[in-house]
Nanobody, 123 residues
Framework: QVQLVESGGGVVQAGGSLRLSCAVSGRTFSTYYMGWFRQAPGKEREFVAAITWSTGNTYYADSVKGRFTISRDKATDTVYVQMNSLRPEDTAVYYC????????????????WGQGTQVTVSS
């Protein structure tokens, strides 16, 4: 089992920044991929970004490329997403997920999910 706990959500004005954290615990996850996803009201959940825990390789959705940065801290077993130049359309519940397969991450069928944290961007 892998446990994921997100934090850092809140309300921010358009153009502002937030950093979300995902605390990871449980069985060894050194071979896992970690991903961030979001779901806006009335919309389907979508992929935001992912990172390979072991190598730090990153993947981004086109909608956030250049504005969001995913990272991980092996010392604290935490995955972050730094969100800059936030837009009202970034408003959503953001979820952290983990899986051994990047395909499962990309297709949103990851095995482990956090409970989500709300991000609201006001115009």
């Amino acid at each position: 089992q892998v446990q994921l706990v997100e934090s850092g959500g809140g309300v921010v004005q358009a153009g502002g920044s937030l950093r979300l954290s995902c605390a990871v615990s449980g069985r060894t996850f050194s071979t896992y991929y970690m991903g961030w996803f979001r779901q806006a009201p009335g919309k389907e959940r979508e992929f935001v970004a992912a990172i390979t825990w072991s190598t730090g390789n990153t993947y981004y959705a086109d909608s956030v490329k250049g504005r969001f940065t995913i990272s991980r801290d092996k010392a604290t077993d935490t995955v972050y997403v730094q969100m800059n130049s936030l837009r009202p359309e970034d408003t959503a519940v953001y979820y952290c997920a983990a899986d051994r397969s990047i395909t499962e991450i990309r297709t949103q069928t990851a095995r482990y999910w956090g409970q989500g944290t709300q991000v609201t961007v006001s115009s």
